[in-house]
């Protein structure tokens, strides 16, 4: 996980929020989003927990896909497995209804379905 450095302009230095330059954890605001949103990214690199985290919000609507991946790509590697998770309802946590999260596990590979589950590789129907 990287903290890209075109995001350091827009890291909070003051408030509750505040980290210095180059902080492998922040919040970043008003992030100039790939479909014409504004994106409230906090992220955090997971060397005590094991998971590498990034929330992403808007503050009309919940993020899209594009936005996500925009966001996946700025932290993460291509070839890196990033997930977003829907945990037992009884295990839900809900404080910002316009905010989705994205996790990478850092302690090994994490596992994935075989590609063939979700389509055929390389075929792509209009």
């Known amino acids: ?8 302009q827009y ?5 509750d929020y505040a980290t210095a330059f180059g902080e492998p954890y922040g919040a970043f605001d008003r992030v100039p989003g790939p ?7 906090m992220m955090i690199d ?8 990034v929330s992403v919000s ?4 919940i993020p899209n896909w594009t936005e996500m991946s ?3 790509k700025l932290f993460w590697d291509p070839e890196e497995c990033v997930v977003q998770f829907h945990p037992p309802q009884s295990e839900y946590v809900n404080t910002y209804s316009k905010v989705l999260h994205l996790w990478r596990w850092r302690k ?19």
């Open 11 to 15: 890291r909070l230095r003051v408030g």
């Open 1 to 8: 996980m990287k903290v890209p450095k075109q995001l350091e």
């Open 46 to 53: 997971g060397i005590d927990t094991g998971w590498e985290h």
């Open 108 to 126: 090994g590979t994490f596992p994935q379905p075989p590609a063939d589950l979700v389509g055929v590789k390389g075929l792509t129907l209009a």
């Open 58 to 61: 808007t503050r009309r609507r």
């Open 70 to 72: 925009f966001v996946k």
């Open 35 to 41: 479909c014409g949103e504004s994106l409230t990214i």
